[in-house]
């Protein structure tokens, strides 16, 4: 079984300021890795993934993160916010084998303040 | 091509009803997952479809969810005798079944149990 913790339930940042958004994993197998985002009463939107290869992912909106397999992290990041990146973050994983049957951490909610 | 459609969008109904939820996939793809969210919580997974079969259900949170994809197009999720606990957000996503493919979101169908 996989599991997902997001350590930080809030997070609020100033406009133009970077953020980072912590991800722990555990899992016995090899995993695909995401992060997704949430606007209010709204679906969820992928920002990135990782499958394999390079550590360091970009996504959509100038987000991006680094994968470290020795301290099963997946830490979000982006240097510089707008007030349009106001929502909920999640983090989740997948077993390799298993396509896209995700667990998620708990969330991340992100305030951007002007 | 319009995504994932999920109807309806908010469910109001008394305890003890059933309900039923509808999810069109995007037209290509051949997975189709269910997930539950509760306020404040990562969505969690319930159960999958590859085409029609459904190839797990032992998340389904009880013997009054039940799900079909009798054409292996849309999906549909019932839940029987409704809780107050039923009370959720419930996300259907869908992907091309690729062990690499991304899965798609709908907005949603949130349910409120009185």
């Known amino acids: 079984a996989q599991s997902v913790t997001q350590l930080d339930s809030q997070v609020p940042v100033f406009e133009e300021a970077p953020v980072e958004l912590r991800c722990n994993y555990s899992?016995?197998?090899?995993?695909?890795l995401f992060w997704y985002v949430q606007y209010p009463n709204q679906g969820l939107q992928l920002l990135l993934k990782?499958?394999?290869?390079?550590?360091l992912v970009k996504g959509i909106n100038g987000f991006e993160a680094e994968f470290n397999k020795s301290q099963t992290s997946f830490h979000l990041r982006k240097p510089s916010v707008h007030i349009s990146d106001t929502a909920e973050y999640f983090c989740a994983v997948t077993p390799a084998a298993a396509g896209n049957k995700l667990t998620f951490g708990g969330g991340t909610r992100v305030l951007v303040k002007p | 091509d319009t995504g994932v459609s999920q109807d309806p969008r908010h469910k109001i109904t008394k305890r003890g009803q059933n309900v039923t939820f509808r999810c069109d996939p995007i037209?290509?793809?051949?997975?189709l997952y269910w997930y539950r969210q509760t306020l404040g919580q990562g969505p969690e997974f319930l159960t999958y479809f590859q085409n029609e079969a459904q190839l797990e259900k032992s998340r389904l949170l009880s013997d009054r969810f039940s799900a079909e994809r009798p054409k292996g197009s849309f999906s549909t999720l019932e839940i029987q005798r409704t809780e107050q606990g039923d009370s959720a957000m419930y996300l259907c996503?869908?992907?091309?079944?690729?062990?690499?493919?991304?899965?798609?979101f709908g907005q949603g169908t949130r349910l409120t149990v009185v």
């Open positions: 996503a869908s992907s091309t079944g690729t062990q690499r493919s991304e899965a798609f």
């Open positions: 899992s016995s197998v090899s995993v695909y």
């Open positions: 037209s290509e793809h051949n997975r």
């Open positions: 990782y499958l394999s290869g390079s550590t």
